[in-house]
Structures are given as C-alpha cells and as structure tokens.
C-alpha cells in the first residue's frame, strides 16, 4: 500500500485558515482520485472533497465555497485550503488515494489523520 503523510492541522480561531497537505510515498504509476475526509467524535467519516486525475472537483455542501482542494500530479500531493472555518469543522481530516502502483496492483489509502480544531 501506499503511504500518506498529511500535515498542516492545528487550532485556529473561527473565521480563520488553514492548509492541509498529504503526500503520497512510493512509487505510483498513476492516480484516479484524492480526496479528504473527516470525522467528528461520535459521528461517521464523511467526503469534505475530492479531486481526479483531471482536475474534476466535487465537495461537501457544508464546505462549498470556503474549502478549496487542488493536487500537484508531479509530487503525488493533494492540498486543502480551508477559509472561513466554523466550529463546526472541528474534525479529524483524512486523505485517500486511489490508484495503480508501479507494479500495476491497485491500491486504496489513507492517511493517519491531522486534527483540525475551530475554537476560540
């Protein structure tokens, strides 16, 4: 499988920014989608945004137009820039990939997780 090192969690007040990061660590031959999730205690995972190997976008409504997701095909890295954040955003935010390896195995990841927290 794949590794994904995300980075960019953290604590910011409401109103405020934050940019998420995961990197995909090993050699892939192609990518279909990336995408994050996230998942708030005692609730289910659920799809903030997703982005294919085309550029095509789909996002949560409770994010559209405050959340932008964009992905650099060359380093295997999907971003997340997140505006205008809410408490309600407070979640631990995943990354997953979706793609064929070098070998040509498909293979489905996810990151470990980064806590995003809106408080003030």
């Known amino acids: 499988q794949v590794r994904l090192v995300e980075s960019g969690g953290g604590l910011v007040q409401p109103g405020g920014s934050l940019r998420l990061s995961c990197a995909a660590s090993r050699s892939i031959f192609s990518i279909y989608d990336m995408g994050w999730y996230r998942q708030a205690p005692g609730k289910q995972r659920d799809l903030v945004a997703r982005?294919?190997?085309?550029?095509?976008?789909n996002y949560a409504d409770s994010v559209k137009g405050r959340f932008t997701i964009s992905r650099d095909n060359a380093e295997n890295t999907v971003y997340l820039q997140m505006n205008s954040l809410k408490p309600e955003d407070t979640a631990v935010y995943y990354c997953?990939?979706?793609?064929?390896?070098?070998?040509?195995?498909?293979?489905?990841?996810w990151g470990q997780g980064t806590q995003v927290t809106v408080s003030s």
């Open positions: 982005i294919t190997s085309s550029g095509r976008t």
């Open positions: 997953n990939t979706r793609g064929k390896l070098v070998s040509r195995q498909d293979f489905d990841s």
